[in-house]
């Protein structure tokens, strides 16, 4: 069982951005999350390390797997949780966010979690609470514990990430994944590529380390892992792609753009899926190709590890 003593705190005191992590940081938060993994698969996962603690999830955007993954996670160490779904709280009423942290930091939260639609709000709440805030996703700028979780698969599957290309696909433009997981995959020595079409792709993306293709033919060649992403439909104003069926055409994974990638490459996406617009159920239910499941496990155990980590507190404040 991990304790305080077997692991030290991180550099930082909040967790908004890849960017906060530095390399042994990052080794340590996966060295423990795979602690975690393996104790939830002999179900021993359960521990105090939190106990008299309290998380607060405040989701000011829809969330399924992510809101309940912090929950479980929470909870299985020991702390009160507290979940704040904001479209119906006082947000709706027209509270702002600065309104609303003065009130969750008066109820003292050891942690705070939360997603809003607004690249930075994360940062801003870091700035007027005394507690550590994780991002859970803002806007289409980081998805921090996403790409961590997606890392902990990888090296749960495949040992080292060091090495293999990855190729991440579709709706990079509108994706806080992609971006946290370019700059995470890149610190670990992955060679990654992004796919898409041009409407799809940031202006800016040629700066991101990473290679850029705007057809799955060439841009799967070779890859060793496939990374869908979801249509992100409700954060496009205008018209991005001519339609769900022409797109899937050009960019959805199936088997047949699947045999361009390297023999045996495993497929990933981070949920919730568009089938049959992103990817095909024969492939996102192939347990022997798809490790999205296994990103849902490692969720878990990756958040129990994030928070165990951040509740030692930031070693540079
Ligand atoms: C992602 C998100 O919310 O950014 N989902 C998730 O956290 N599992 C990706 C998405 O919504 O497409």
Redesign the pocket.
Known sequence: MPNAHTISGLATRHLLSIADLHRPDIDSLLALGETYLDLSVQKDARNDILAGKTLINLFF?N????EKSFELAARRLGADVINMSMSTSSAAKGETLLDTATTLNAMNPDLLVI?HGASGAPALLSQKVSCAVIN??DGAHE?PT?ALLDALTLRTRLGAIDGLRIAICG?ILH???ARSNVQLLNILGAEVRLIGPPTLIPQDADQWGVEVFHDMKSGLKACDVVMM??L?LERMGGAFVPSKREYFHFYGLDQKKLDYAAPGALVMH???MNRGVEISSDIADDPDISLITAQVEA?VAMRMAILHALSLGGVNG
Do not use: F, K, Y
């Open positions: 955007e969330s399924t797997r992510t997603r859970a996703g998805h996403q709706d994706s806080r994944v992403l979801r992100q981070p949920g919730p969720g």
